[in-house]
């Protein structure tokens, strides 16, 4: 079982920065593997950002390519996204999620995610 609590979101400019923490409680969070989704109002909830338990492999939406990075502290149970050159379009409520990791997992499907956080609201005024 894992609890993770998001924080960070917030109101920015179009252009400005954040950075999401999701905490994880639990002994064994080096073994999760770690993503960030997003949801918009009316929108379907959609992949953001993915993290091996080691924290070797990473994988992004097209969206997030080149503005986004997520990486983790495994000594803190902890799991970042820095998203940078924010647009109105980033507005959403994130959410992390923890997935048992085996190979050949889907790190864009939220259905092979176990775990998710409450959510943390992101709004980029333009």
């Known amino acids: 079982q894992v609890q993770l609590v998001e924080s960070g979101g917030g109101l920015v400019q179009a252009g400005g920065s954040l950075r999401l923490s999701c905490a994880a409680s639990?002994?064994?969070?080096?073994?999760?593997?770690m993503g960030w989704f997003r949801q918009a109002p009316g929108k379907e909830r959609e992949f953001v950002a993915h993290?091996?338990?080691?924290?070797?492999?990473?994988y992004y939406a097209d969206a997030a390519k080149g503005r986004f990075t997520i990486s983790r502290d495994n000594a803190k149970n902890t799991v970042y996204l820095q998203m940078n050159s924010l647009k109105p379009e980033d507005t959403a409520v994130y959410y992390c999620a923890a997935a048992n990791f085996r190979a050949g997992i889907n790190p864009y499907r939220a259905g092979a995610y176990a775990y998710w956080g409450q959510g943390t609201q992101v709004t980029v005024s333009s």
């Open positions: 639990g002994r064994t969070f080096s073994s999760y593997a």
């Open positions: 993290i091996r338990p080691s924290g070797g492999n990473t």
